[in-house]
């Protein structure tokens, strides 16, 4: 099949706000690509290349202005052996080696293919395409049940290789997709609260859990090997040996644990986030070391354990990880759970979790089963642009554009952001220094006083609140702005919605969004 095609099909899903419309479009697209040809272009469509990261930037790739093709003769299986052979380059000479096969790529590609190129290639695609909408879209070309094809992506960790067995296999290939000690799983996600007898009256019985300031961690235990992946499913184990002997020192063979790392201090209260980020990220560094607390358990000894309701689950978490298990306390007494969030905050740590103890795991998605609650107002929001800075700061780039998620579309392109504010404050002449080296090289063209970037940087903003407002598109600004901390163990697609924030305006006006032009005339 053409590149071309998936170029077409793109097109089509960014046109229309109709979900099947959306579905119909994929579906049409998938049925008609050979066996070979599936994986890499639902790596495509996601803008999540099958190879991973190709280690090539916005500024190398812009340069690749010259000539293009005439007509569409690039194909799905040329452009995943080009992406192939770039992740392979290493060596003496592999930047002229990499420019050449970069030019010949740009070559064989029309001049709008080379442009879909270079976004799948930062990450920059925005089509509205997620990944349910594509696993529906799976489902319609495999003629397979949808909730098959989500458990299938869930257990299996990658949609590519499931739309291959869907699309290839029998249903029985399909629904015997299970676990696999040592292949990271999608972790389930939370939604927010914004009080604990509000989290505890959605919940009803519930767990109710420290949240901690920390990273999120999946713990894989196959007899003495042991792997540690990220939220976004990296694999760390090398970086964190202390978190390996745990593993290996709990009373199984095979499990799969859910939990936080944080590293403490001296007194045993939790460090700054960016402490144990450091540290997360350090490939030789031990000087801080980081502690796992476990609060759930998927798998273990042959038993895969989602489909349990979270209070088994944590029984069996209790036997398995005990001395490991993150605090937490058993109610449906809004009085107890209050007191117990305090003690959390107490103890220096962000808040609590509020877990259904009725629920089961539910992988990859976020729900009303989860509930985080914390009195501080924090959101998850991706850098758009950075202003360069004044005075002191007039050497770095400073002032960050922040933009929330905007999945339907509703303030311009779907599954893009749209701007709710700026802000320079709470960054540290560290973070200043680390964001001016970072964002340089992922520019992408510029902005009043600075640079556009590829916006896949998440960073954890604190707010007093929000307010409404004429000047920025989402119709909303940010009350008091001031950065946390940079996230890169999430990904852009895990950021706060437009409407989670809007849903703090006065009334909760979530609901009532408006469009560009109608904001003009009022």
Same mark, same amino acid.
């Given at each position: ?23 119909? $479009? ?6 008609? =690509?050979?066996? +070979?040809?599936?994986?890499? @272009? !639902?790596?495509? %469509? #996601?803008? &999540? ?97 949808? $909730? ?6 869930? =257990?299996?960790? +990658?949609?590519?290789?499931? @739309? !291959?067995?869907? %699309? #290839?296999? &029998? ?62 499913l990296a694999d760390v184990t090398h970086r964190v040996p202390e978190i390996v002997e745990v593993a290996r020192s709990l009373p199984v063979e095979d499990v799969i644990l859910d939990g936080e790392t944080l590293s403490l201090d001296d007194d045993g209260a939790p460090r700054p986030f960016q402490d144990t980020m450091a540290r997360f990220g350090a490939e030789t560094a031990r000087e801080i070391a980081l502690r796992p607390w476990f609060f759930d358990i998927l798998h273990v000894d042959g038993r895969d354990l989602i489909d349990e309701p979270l ?11 005990g001395e490991y298990r993150i605090p937490g306390l058993l109610t449906d007494d809004a009085r107890a759970a209050d007191a117990f969030a305090r003690a959390a905050l107490d103890a220096g740590h962000e808040g609590v979790m509020v877990k259904g103890l009725d629920a089961p795991y ?161």
């Amino acid at each position: 099949m053409l590149f071309g095609d998936i170029e077409t099909t793109l097109v089509a899903v960014t046109s229309t706000r109709s979900r099947l419309a959306k579905v119909d $479009a994929l579906a049409a697209l998938l049925s008609d =690509l050979g066996p +070979d040809e599936i994986a890499p @272009a !639902v790596g495509l %469509l #996601t803008a &999540s290349p099958r190879q991973g990261r190709l280690g090539v930037g916005w500024r190398t790739l812009s340069a690749r202005g010259g000539a293009h093709a005439a007509d569409p003769t690039l194909t799905i299986r040329e452009v995943d052996e080009a992406f192939s052979r770039l992740v392979e380059i290493g060596g003496a000479g592999s930047a002229a080696v990499r420019t050449a096969l970069l030019d010949d790529l740009a070559s064989r590609a029309t001049a709008s293919e080379w442009q879909l190129l270079v976004r799948i290639m930062t990450g920059e695609l925005r089509t509205g395409a997620l990944e349910g909408v594509l696993q529906d879209a799976i489902a319609r070309a495999a003629e397979r049940d949808g $909730a098959a094809v989500r458990r299938a992506a869930m =257990l299996s960790g +990658d949609l590519g290789e499931t @739309a !291959v067995i869907a %699309l #290839t296999g &029998s249903v029985d290939d399909l629904t015997a997709v299970g676990f696999v000690v040592g292949r990271g799983v999608q972790p389930m996600l939370a939604s927010t609260a914004a009080t604990v007898a509000e989290a505890l009256d959605a919940a009803g019985r519930a767990s109710v859990e420290y949240k901690l300031d920390g990273a999120r961690v999946q713990v894989h235990r196959r007899g003495d090997e042991v792997r540690v992946f990220t939220r976004t499913l990296a694999d760390v184990t090398h970086r964190v040996p202390e978190i390996v002997e745990v593993a290996r020192s709990l009373p199984v063979e095979d499990v799969i644990l859910d939990g936080e790392t944080l590293s403490l201090d001296d007194d045993g209260a939790p460090r700054p986030f960016q402490d144990t980020m450091a540290r997360f990220g350090a490939e030789t560094a031990r000087e801080i070391a980081l502690r796992p607390w476990f609060f759930d358990i998927l798998h273990v000894d042959g038993r895969d354990l989602i489909d349990e309701p979270l209070e088994a689950r944590l029984d069996e978490l209790q036997r398995v990880a005990g001395e490991y298990r993150i605090p937490g306390l058993l109610t449906d007494d809004a009085r107890a759970a209050d007191a117990f969030a305090r003690a959390a905050l107490d103890a220096g740590h962000e808040g609590v979790m509020v877990k259904g103890l009725d629920a089961p795991y539910a992988a990859g998605r976020r729900g009303k089963s989860w509930l985080k609650v914390k009195p501080v107002h924090t959101f998850d929001l991706v850098v758009l642009g950075v202003e360069r800075g004044s005075g002191r700061r007039a050497e770095w780039l400073s002032n960050l554009h922040l933009g929330a998620r905007d999945p339907e579309g509703a303030f311009g392109e779907p599954g893009g952001f749209v701007m709710v504010g700026k802000t320079f404050k709470g960054l540290t002449d560290e973070l200043l220094r680390w964001q001016t080296a970072h964002f340089a090289d992922r520019a992408m063209g510029e902005v009043a006083g600075g640079i556009r970037v590829v916006p896949d940087t998440v960073v954890e903003i604190a707010i007093d609140g929000v307010q409404r407002s004429v000047r920025y598109p989402g119709g909303i600004a940010l009350r008091f702005a001031r950065v946390k901390g940079y996230r890169p163990d999430k990904p852009a697609a895990e950021a706060d919605t437009i409407s989670t924030l809007r849903a703090m305006l006065p009334g909760g006006a979530a609901g009532a969004v408006t469009s560009p032009d109608e904001r003009t005339t009022r």
